[in-house]
Antibody
Framework: EVQLVQSGAEVKKPGESLKISCKGS????????IGWVRQMPGKGLEWMGI????????RYSPSFQGQVTISADKSISTAYLQWSSLKASDTAMYYC??????????????WGQGTLVTVSS | QSVLTQPPSVSEAPRQRVTISCSGS????????VNWYQQLPGKAPKLLIY???LLPSGVSDRFSGSKSGTSASLAISGLQSEDEADYYC???????????FGGGTKLTVL
């Protein structure tokens, strides 16, 4: 059974750093792009970027380029999303998603349960 | 402002049929497949329809998708109370080189 299991909720102060994780199981972790989707409180879904764990090729949405870093450790089938200096506007639910389908025309067939990040002074 | 346009809300009575529209452009829906996601209250989204009209295993055939030009639709027949959720359309965008979403449609079953 394919599963994406994310790390737990975080409460941070502005300016602090953070790294959240997403562990994949039940499939070949290195053979699928895995990405991150943000959902701000009461708002819709926004794609942040993706990584191919097989070779660490990483792509970012222009809206998030330079704001976050996506990485992966294929030895433990885990992808990461990190911030070096959090802002209150980073408060959101973050989902990791497995990308499936044709190259350049993906859909998200599996979602993690979400990690709630709260940034408040 | 989402790249794909959906109505903010729709409502219909139980056992009836409802459709949710999704409008885009030639760089996304016009040239790539449309996918739909269902987000039940307090839950992570779930894949509902992929590649315009295909149902993942386990998804009820009361759900169906269609596409024409730069617009797509999700239809739900035989509405049930458990269908109350937010529904999002998405499509790969050739200019972004990544997926774009609609703003989401909240379905209320009256």
């Amino acid at each position: 059974e394919v599963q994406l299991v994310q790390s737990g909720a975080e409460v941070k102060k502005p300016g602090e750093s953070l790294k959240i994780s997403c562990k994949g199981s039940g499939y070949s972790f290195t053979s699928y792009w895995i990405g991150w989707v943000r959902q701000m409180p009461g708002k819709g879904l926004e794609w942040m970027g993706i990584i191919y764990p097989g070779d660490s090729d990483t792509r970012y949405s222009p809206s998030f380029q330079g704001q976050v870093t996506i990485s992966a450790d294929k030895s433990i089938s885990t992808a990461y999303l990190q911030w070096s200096s959090l802002k209150a506007s980073d408060t959101a639910m973050y989902y990791c998603v497995r990308h499936s389908g044709r190259s350049g025309d993906y859909y998200f067939d599996y979602w993690g349960q979400g990690t709630l990040v709260t940034v408040s002074s | 402002q989402s790249v794909l346009t959906q109505p903010p809300s729709v409502s219909e009575a139980p056992r009836q049929r409802v459709t949710i529209s999704c409008s885009g452009s030639s760089s996304n829906i016009g040239n790539n497949a449309v996918n739909w996601y269902q987000q039940l209250p307090g839950k992570a989204p779930k894949l509902l329809i992929y590649y315009d009209d295909l149902l993942p295993s386990g998804v009820s055939d009361r759900f169906s998708g269609s596409k024409s030009g730069t617009s797509a639709s999700l239809a739900i027949s035989g509405l049930q109370s458990e269908d109350e959720a937010d529904y999002y359309c998405a499509a790969w965008d050739d200019r972004l080189n990544g997926p774009v979403f609609g703003g989401g449609t909240k379905l209320t079953v009256l």
